[in-house]
């Protein structure tokens, strides 16, 4: 049961920039909790990708981006690369319920 | 180096318990600021958040699954093993458990097991 709602699918050509959204609530993003990005290649495991809203851990390239803005959060990926295509999922965590962790509900991203 | 590695059956039956351990090295979840966490993924579905289990043995569980998750750790063994009652064919899905960073606002999971699929049926 997803609280954060991602577009399904996105899609761009090589070289272009592509966003995707994760619109959360009051109880999640807008409550000052931090959003996350993991990239889940085919058949593998989900990799983090952006940390604390814009944070890029060590070897993911400066092509990804990440940014919060109220109750919602993006991810840009610019010069779109054929490895890119890929699941993409945004994290957070929600204080209602005694608290929990939340999943968007991933967007496929498509390499035209 | 922190690596983690599920492990577990492969195939239950409805209404059965499963039962699914989390091998960890490379760091202490006795150590301040740390949790694993146990996530699952239905064949071509989204990621779904189970259970966490953080250093000083706190936990979490998802809202719709509490009642049927139980998260423990032992920590000389360095291991998380996640229980989950009565399993139906929904629950057919690959279950990763994850390496969770602390934080005052930004809690992350920077490292993740290989998952291990986990089908469902008679």
């Known amino acids: 049961q997803s609280v954060l709602t991602q577009p399904p699918s996105v899609s761009g050509a090589p070289g272009q920039r592509v966003t995707i959204s994760c619109t959360g609530s009051s109880s999640n993003i807008g409550a000052g909790y931090d959003v996350h990005w993991y990239q889940q290649l085919p058949g593998t495991a989900p990799k983090l990708l952006i940390y604390?809203?814009?944070n890029r851990p060590s070897g993911v390239p400066d092509r990804f981006s990440g940014s919060k803005s109220g109750t919602s959060a993006s991810l840009a990926i610019t010069g779109l690369q054929a490895e890119d295509e890929a699941d993409y999922y945004c994290q957070s965590y929600d204080s209602s319920l005694s608290g929990h962790y939340v999943f968007g509900t991933g967007t496929k991203v498509t390499v035209l | 180096q922190i690596t983690l590695k599920e492990s577990g059956p492969t195939l239950v039956k409805p209404t059965q318990t499963l039962t699914l351990t989390c091998t960890f090295s490379?760091?202490?979840?006795?150590?301040?600021?740390?949790?694993v966490g146990w996530i699952r993924q239905p064949p071509g579905k989204a990621l779904e958040w189970l259970a966490l289990?953080?250093?000083?043995?706190?936990?979490r569980y998802s809202p719709s699954l509490k009642s049927r998750l139980t998260i423990t750790k032992d920590t000389s063994k360095n291991q998380v093993v996640l229980t989950m009652t009565n399993m139906d064919p929904v629950d057919t899905a690959t279950y990763y458990c994850?390496?969770?960073?602390?934080?005052?606002?930004?809690?992350?999971?920077?490292?993740w097991g290989q998952g291990t699929l986990v089908t469902v049926s008679s």
């Open positions: 490379g760091f202490s979840l006795s150590t301040s600021g740390v949790g």
């Open positions: 289990i953080y250093w000083d043995d706190d936990k």
């Open positions: 994850a390496h969770l960073l602390v934080g005052a606002t930004t809690d992350y999971f920077d490292y």
């Open positions: 604390g809203n814009s």
